[in-house]
Nanobody, 122 residues
């Protein structure tokens, strides 16, 4: 059974930083592209960023590019989302996602985590 477990969310002031982690189990982690999505209250879930299996290509939404960085540790079966220069509009539940194909991951990944709340105060 595939499990993706996010951690690291919390409350931070605008301009601050947080690092989210997602620990994966039940899959061959190094064979999967990994990504992050978020959903703000009253809005649809949106793509944040993704990283391919070999850790050498990353993709970001326009709204976070230059502020957020995705990385992964295949030895630890963990993917990270470093979030800097946070804004109140970054407030959302952040979800980890996995799929074998990065193109599929960006629109409809096979596996989802349960989410972790990030709140940015102004």
């Amino acid at each position: 059974q595939v499990q993706l477990v996010e951690s690291g969310g919390g409350l931070v002031q605008a301009g601050g930083s947080l690092r989210l982690s997602c620990a994966a189990s039940g899959l061959t982690f190094s064979a999967y592209a990994m990504g992050w999505f978020r959903q703000a209250p009253g809005k649809e879930r949106e793509f944040v960023g993704a990283i391919n299996w070999s850790n050498d290509n990353t993709y970001y939404s326009y709204s976070v590019k230059g502020r957020f960085t995705i990385s992964r540790d295949n030895a630890q079966n963990t993917v990270y989302l470093q979030m800097n220069s946070l804004k109140p509009e970054d407030t959302a539940v952040y979800y980890c996602a996995a799929d074998r194909q990065i193109v599929v991951l960006t629109t409809g990944p096979r596996y989802w985590g349960q989410g972790t709340q990030v709140t940015v105060s102004s």
